[in-house]
């Protein structure tokens, strides 16, 4: 690690498993268009979620969404690389898909707060991963050149993030095939 100035983490996945039904935060989300008498622009969440600025329903569908993260922050599961986190000595930041609060609940949960001194969630700057602007904006907060810092994640919208933002990544697990 000796050639890095910082390390970065994704959230979900990396350091905590949060406890999330996905199926059921599309569900609610939906219902958001719904009682907006508004067609969805897509089925997935994410299509959702990127559409909902454009019909003024945001707000409306980031709570949803936020809602469920914050539940699933509280009873998330603490991974392996969370005691990497404590171990390591180099200054550490969360870059992650979900929104900010979340992240910051998981870390509480999970006595992790104070080895972190930057985190950015879907809501902090206007795009989230993989726009490499989350990922620039933790760099930033660290005072670190992203290619002088680490991403570390589970994904390869993770992946994609860092090689947009110029920065080195590493795989938790085992890497994905065809990637």
């Known amino acids: 690690m000796s050639e890095y100035d910082a390390i970065v983490y994704d959230l979900d996945g990396t350091l905590v498993d949060l406890v999330v039904d996905w199926d059921a935060v599309a569900t609610d989300v939906r219902a958001v268009y719904d009682d907006a008498n508004l067609d969805p622009p897509g089925e997935g969440l994410w299509a959702m979620l990127e559409g909902a600025a454009e019909v003024g329903l945001h707000a409306e569908v980031e709570a949803a969404i ?3 993260e914050h539940e699933g922050a509280r009873s998330s599961e603490r991974l392996a690389h969370a005691d ?42 206007g795009t989230w991963k993989p726009d490499p ?25 993770d992946l994609r993030t860092a090689e947009r933002a110029g920065m080195d990544f590493e795989y938790v697990g085992e890497r994905p095939s065809g990637v």
Do not use: K, Q, W, Y
Request: hydrophobic share 45%; glycine share 6%; proline share 4%.
């Open 66 to 68: 936020a809602a469920h």
């Open 84 to 125: 990497e986190l404590l171990e390591r000595s180099l200054p550490a930041g969360v870059c992650s898909l979900n929104c900010e609060r979340a992240c910051r609940i998981a870390l509480e949960e999970h006595a992790l707060s104070a080895a972190v001194e930057a985190v950015v969630g879907r809501d902090t700057v």
């Open 133 to 157: 602007e989350p990922l620039l904006a933790t760099a930033r907060r660290l005072e670190v050149e992203p290619g002088r810092a680490l991403f570390v994640g589970d994904s390869e919208r």
